[in-house]
T-cell receptor, first 112, second 110 residues
Framework: DSGVTQTPKHLITATGQRVTLRCSPRSGDLSVYWYQQSLDQGLQFLIQYYNGEERAKGNILERFSAQQFPDLHSELNLSSLELGDSALYFC???????????FGNGTRLTVT | GIQVEQSPPDLILQEGANSTLRCNFSDSVNNLQWFHQNPWGQLINLFYIPSGTKQNGRLSATTVATERYSLLYISSSQTTDSGVYFCAVPLNTNAGKSTFGDGTTLTVKP
């Protein structure tokens, strides 16, 4: 058990809808990262937060947004969903930038 | 940005065999991680190894930072070792975001 909790485990929704994925980092970790893993793209970095502030941005679509709350949990919001958004979404946490990443079990999103 | 290449892309072993997986990276890094993604999709942290050698049971890893590669050794493989093995390196030291290689898919047959 990595200590990183992601909910829900599975999500099935229709095109055009909006969903929210939730992540609770390991106790003591201030950094939260979101990654997308789709069949044809591998593991792609989306965004990083550190202690509530956005720290780095990767290949995150404008339809996607995230935030980290004062209790350090994070949410990834995906809107106007398309079939191509179907993927496994991982959250990871670390004590600080450059420290080892610890991944949650992921949320499997299926857009129909 | 930094490029990460893993080899081989696929590996099929008989239970009990040994294997070596390789990760090459295009620029100097100050940390590197190896992960195992099991058939259920979970990403398990194996090693955090910016340099040197570490061992954990049947698995060990060596990173030679000056030559920009890392090796993951699996000895006496078991069917539970099947899955995809990824190495990841940070894109830059300030941000902490990591680039993942495309992975090596390992299948261990009984």
């Amino acid at each position: 058990d990595s200590g990183v909790t992601q909910t829900p485990k599975h999500l099935i929704t229709a095109t055009g809808q909006r969903v929210t994925l939730r992540c609770s980092p390991r106790s003591g970790d201030l950094s939260v990262y979101w990654y997308q893993q789709s069949l044809d793209q591998g593991l792609q970095f989306l965004i990083q937060y550190y202690n509530g502030e956005e720290r780095a941005k990767g290949n995150i679509l404008e339809r996607f947004s995230a935030q980290q709350f004062p209790d350090l949990h994070s949410e990834l919001n995906l809107s106007s969903l398309e079939l191509g958004d179907s993927a496994l979404y991982f959250c990871a946490s670390s004590v600080a930038s450059g420290s080892p990443l610890h991944f949650g079990n992921g949320t499997r999103l299926t857009v129909t | 940005g930094i490029q990460v290449e893993q080899s081989p892309p696929d590996l099929i072993l008989q239970e009990g065999a040994n294997s070596t997986l390789r990760c090459n990276f295009s620029d100097s890094v100050n940390n590197l991680q190896w992960f195992h993604q099991n058939p259920w999709g979970q990403l398990i942290n194996l090693f955090y190894i910016p340099s040197g050698t570490k061992q954990n049971g049947r698995l060990s890893a060596t990173t030679v930072a000056t030559e920009r590669y890392s090796l993951l050794y699996i000895s006496s493989s078991q069917t539970t070792d099947s899955g995809v093995y990824f190495c990841a390196v940070p894109l830059n030291t300030n941000a902490g975001k990591s680039t993942f290689g495309d992975g090596t898919t390992l299948t261990v047959k009984p």
